[in-house]
């Protein structure tokens, strides 16, 4: 179990899992700032370890590789979620292409990775007053978390998102090869042995499908208030 500090109560642990592109982020980034948490993109570490074995030319299958290179790693998340570094560089951009997206899902998929990357992300969140979002914050990371969303969209929708936010940034793409991707990536996700995507039985459900960010943001913040009154 977390334990903390009854003076610092309020200051809550909350969780927010779902699957690739669902707007976990951008949702998670929004509700911080609204409460003056701390945001932290778990999803991001994975990314940047992805970044470095690209980079070392480690196989993204080699496990015992991989987790001595998150050993020796030092990933450190700052700002408001969006700045990321990576042994002192900052990633923050080039941990968002497809193909560093790619191998995160498969760098992730490893029981020794994870182990490492949990043992961390408890670090960092255990004080509370801290939102983190993930695949497996509200089952894994923080089991016991004061309060846990599922944010999820249909992968059609979010497909066309990631289309439209790499065109807004000049990046040709074609939207049905996205959706293949996402689709790809929910599958690994949700399988693998270790730590699989999954909803928790006592997270809110969210369907970014039809909601809009502000309305999700706006959600989660009513379901923080009624915790903190109950």
Known sequence: MTRRDPAVSNRLIIAIDGPSGAGKSTAGRALAKKLGYVFLDTGAMYRALALKALRAGVTLDAEDELAELARRTRIELAGNGDLVTLDGEDVSGAIRTREVSAAASRVSTHPKVRRLMVSRQQELGRPGGVVLDGRDVGTVVFPDADL???????????????????????????????????????????????????????????????????????????????????
């Not at 936010?165 to 599958?187: F, K, P, T, Y």
């Not at 928790?200 to 309305?215: I, K, M, N, W």
């Open 148 to 230: 846990k969303f599922y944010l999820d969209a249909d992968a059609r929708r979010r497909a066309e998102r990631r289309h439209a936010e790499l065109a807004a940034a000049g990046v040709a793409s074609d939207v049905d090869a996205i959706e293949r991707e996402i689709r790809a990536r929910d599958h690994a996700d949700s399988t693998r042995p270790d730590s699989p995507l999954t909803r928790a039985p006592d997270a809110v459900y969210l369907d970014s499908t039809v909601l809009g960010a502000e309305e999700v943001v706006q959600r989660m913040a009513t379901a923080v208030q009624e915790k903190l009154r109950a």
